[in-house]
């Protein structure tokens, strides 16, 4: 059985930075072409980083209504 994160983990563990479209889509629990058209769209900010497009952790979690969990508790944001 795999270990599978969730939007809460990442609320909770600040380490990831940086999440590709295909893991983004996976923690909000919604298909990864919705979450492209979103991007794409200009609905959500993303990064290019190399040939990926990346969506920031507080990118990601204001998308998810959960912007004021953006920062653990006990952490500095970058």
């Known amino acids: 059985m ?9 609320q909770r563990d600040g380490s990831q930075l940086f999440f590709g479209v295909s893991d983004a889509a996976a923690l909000l629990g919604i298909d990864r072409r919705v979450l492209s058209k979103t991007m794409s ?15 920031t952790r507080r990118d990601l979690l204001a998308f998810a209504g959960l912007e004021d969990l953006a920062v653990p508790q006990g952490t500095e944001e970058l």
């Not at 795999?2 to 990442?10: A, E, G």
């Not at 769209?41 to 969506?55: A, Q, T, W, Y």
């Open 2 to 10: 795999t270990d599978q994160r969730t939007i809460t983990d990442v």
């Open 41 to 55: 769209d200009g609905n959500i900010p993303h990064r290019i980083v190399g040939d990926r497009r990346c969506i």
